[in-house]
């Protein structure tokens, strides 16, 4: 991927359609980086990356320096595995790049810069996203991501696009990887991943900001090397991918939602200790969340038997699927001990998303969930998402505050709480 065109069309902004969306998703990334920063571990690391960041912006009682505050954003705001993806790019594009907005918004960069700079990256990681598909035994946080940060940390800073161009050229010949055995292991050192990103796009666009430079063809190059992949099949500038983003209404990977879907559809028409449960569902959500008897919460998010005993105990996916109360509770347990996991292999066929669950002799199909590009969550749903994860920390005048400085360009005083 050669980014120069891409930045060319994105660089002053969207309008419209995506402009709105652009907008709704730096809303929903602020819901999440709020409701992940009151979790004690990210708090710490809020506190710990103090030490070597300060700065003037105040997360979770440190006060740090911007990349640094926009690392510890982007590791918040996956905590609840609730933030935004895009298909296409099978993973979260804005994860380290609405961050980077959000704080120089905070900080009292105008509206429409920092809308911009966020979509410029958002465009350049989800077509980065698109082009790197990542081995078994990888994570995708952390990677590509690293290459929308810089475009979006260099807008920010000013740059122009040969500036911009720069700064994602020098990410392309370091782009990293990351893999996904402490998800396995039960570890959350996983969440760091796109702090790492943040970090690394933001030190590339101040290096492009030098003068500093590296080939236009590191990405292709890295691709090669590390993936063993030639030919490229991207997105062209001129179609905003950002519309394509889902926001979530569950907390936990996308792949889960659909089987969590059928879980609550079904839950009214079955025993609360059913004899059989059998899950069958695409072979990539089987290969990604496949993981069993979860003891943590990082594993429980990545859990398709667990979304589908949650959801069928506690009527939703949130938040509260994962705390230690529901994964310590023997109900829940045995429940998930009694998933069968199968494939539906005319779905994966089909290269299509969705999840049939029979759950002793009654079944249901979910072909599509909220988020999906034929349902899109509504602006209501999408607002009503940010106050439930916001209002904890601001409160309900600090929310309609949020709201009316991220979708209506009013004064961002106390957006990060």
């Known amino acids: ?44 690391f809020s506190r710990a990356m103090e030490a070597m960041f300060p700065g003037d912006v105040t997360l979770a009682g440190a006060r740090l ?46 509206a429409g810069d920092a809308v911009a700079a966020f979509a410029l990256g958002y465009e350049v990681a989800a077509r980065a996203g698109e082009a790197w598909r990542i081995r ?18 260099a807008r920010l800073m000013g740059l122009d696009d040969e500036g911009i161009a720069r700064a994602v050229r020098l990410v392309s010949c370091q ?8 998800i396995a292991a039960g570890m959350d050192g996983r969440n760091s991943y796109p702090a790492h990103a943040a970090l690394l796009g933001a030190m590339a666009a101040a290096a492009a900001a030098a003068g500093m430079d590296a080939p236009e063809h590191g990405f292709l190059e890295a691709r090669r090397i590390a993936l063993g992949l030639e030919a490229e099949n991207v997105a062209p500038p001129g179609t905003w991918l950002l519309v394509e983003a889902y926001l979530k209404p569950y907390a936990g990977v996308r792949h889960a939602h659909y089987a969590a879907a059928a879980a609550i559809a079904l839950r009214g028409r079955v025993p609360r200790d059913p004899a059989e449960i059998v899950l069958s569902t695409y072979a990539e959500a089987l290969r ?28 939703d996916l949130g938040p509260a699927a994962y705390t230690d109360d529901a994964l310590s509770d023997p109900h829940l347990r045995a429940l998930e001990a009694r998933i069968e996991l199968t494939e539906d292999a005319a779905l994966t066929a089909a290269g ?18 909220t988020g999906d590009p034929d349902r899109p969550m509504s602006e209501a749903e999408a607002i009503a998402k940010f106050a439930r994860f916001a209002c904890p920390t601001l409160g309900e005048s600090g929310v309609a505050r949020a709201i009316a400085a991220l979708l209506h360009d009013a004064p961002a005083e106390g957006l990060l709480g």
């Open 1 to 44: 991927m050669t980014p120069d065109a891409v930045i060319a069309w994105a660089s002053p902004g969207p309008s419209g359609e995506a402009g709105r969306k652009a907008r709704l998703i730096l809303l929903d990334s602020l819901g999440c980086a709020l409701a992940g920063l009151r979790h004690p571990r990210v708090a710490a």
């Open 65 to 110: 320096a911007p990349g640094a505050a926009a690392a510890v954003l982007a590791t918040a705001t996956c905590w609840d595995e609730a933030n935004e993806g895009l298909a296409r790019a099978h993973g979260r594009p804005a994860l380290p790049v609405a961050p980077m907005a959000l704080v120089a918004r905070a900080r009292g960069a105008d």
């Open 136 to 153: 078994p035994g990888m994570h995708v946080d952390g990677s590509w991501h690293s290459l929308g940060a810089a475009a979006c940390a």
């Open 175 to 182: 782009v990293p990887f990351a893999i996904y055995a402490p």
């Open 288 to 315: 990604y969340a496949g993981n069993r008897a979860p003891r943590a919460a990082i594993s429980a998010q990545f859990s398709l038997s667990w979304a589908v005993a949650a959801a069928l105990v506690q009527g």
């Open 352 to 369: 299509r998303r969705g999840a049939t669950l029979t759950v002793d002799g009654e079944s249901v199909t979910i072909t599509g969930v």
